[in-house]
């Protein structure tokens, strides 16, 4: 199920899977987007129901509660791409949490996307730096951001995503990608829609002034 906000024949498309709680937050974090980039764009924001199944790109098991994680992300980026099509315009793919994670994943599958913008990704996810460096990332622009809290927490999976974060920008700087890393106040639960409209606004702007420089 798709929600749609901004312009539909606005140059810049942003790309965002999405649950119900992050729904309820969409007004505010489309609203922060047009005060730190004052462009015009359109938000397609994708109702993700299995999330830990859709946005998982190979098998994993539970790290918190018995849900095991599954491989539905290529399933769920072929969705995504039949709203990419038109090459003219700028597509920009990001999310929150394990959605963050999926839009870092789907820049190694394609080069639609011209930035990932990664607000607090699940980098604990098994295997994910490791796939990171065996592989070529096709975009030009990453935002990363982590809660300063999120790598304080009991599970030792979950707490190793500071580390992780810190790995994936050090290989992304390596690599020559424009990559940004920010740490937040607070832990994983807080301000998501105001941390994604960040994540959002730093890549289109950083992608605003390349093609101002063109």
């Known amino acids: 199920?798709?929600?749609?906000?901004?312009?539909?024949?606005?140059?810049?498309?942003?790309?965002?899977?999405?649950?119900?709680?992050?729904?309820?937050?969409?007004?505010?974090?489309?609203?922060?987007?047009r005060d730190q980039t004052g462009a015009d764009f359109r938000l397609?924001?994708?109702?993700?129901?299995?999330?830990?199944?859709?946005?998982?790109?190979?098998?994993?098991?539970?790290?918190?509660?018995?849900?095991?994680?599954?491989?539905?992300a290529p399933d769920t980026l072929t969705a995504v791409l039949k709203y990419c099509t038109d090459r003219e315009k700028t597509y920009i793919i990001g999310g929150y949490s394990l959605a963050g994670l999926f839009a870092l994943w789907a820049a190694y599958q394609t080069d639609v996307f011209s930035g990932v913008a990664a607000a607090s990704p699940s980098m604990w996810f098994p295997g994910f730096v490791d796939y990171m460096r065996e592989n070529?990332?096709?975009?030009?622009?990453?935002?990363?951001?982590?809660?300063?809290?999120?790598?304080?927490?009991?599970?030792?999976?979950?707490?190793?995503?500071?580390?992780?974060?810190?790995?994936?920008?050090?290989?992304?700087?390596e690599r020559k990608i424009d990559v940004r890393l920010e740490w937040n106040q607070g832990n994983h639960f807080k301000d998501a829609d105001l941390r994604t409209a960040k994540a959002f606004a730093s890549v289109m702007n950083s992608a605003m002034d390349k093609f101002r420089q063109i």
């Open 1 to 33: 199920m798709l929600t749609e906000y901004g312009n539909v024949n606005a140059p810049i498309v942003l790309i965002q899977m999405i649950d119900d709680h992050d729904l309820e937050g969409m007004e505010s974090e489309v609203a922060a987007i």
């Open 136 to 173: 070529a990332m096709h975009t030009d622009h990453v935002y990363l951001s982590l809660g300063d809290k999120e790598e304080k927490v009991r599970n030792p999976v979950m707490a190793a995503v500071g580390e992780r974060i810190r790995e994936a920008y050090d290989l992304l700087e």
């Open 44 to 72: 397609i924001a994708s109702r993700v129901r299995d999330w830990n199944r859709e946005l998982s790109p190979w098998t994993a098991p539970a790290v918190f509660g018995k849900e095991n994680f599954g491989n539905g």
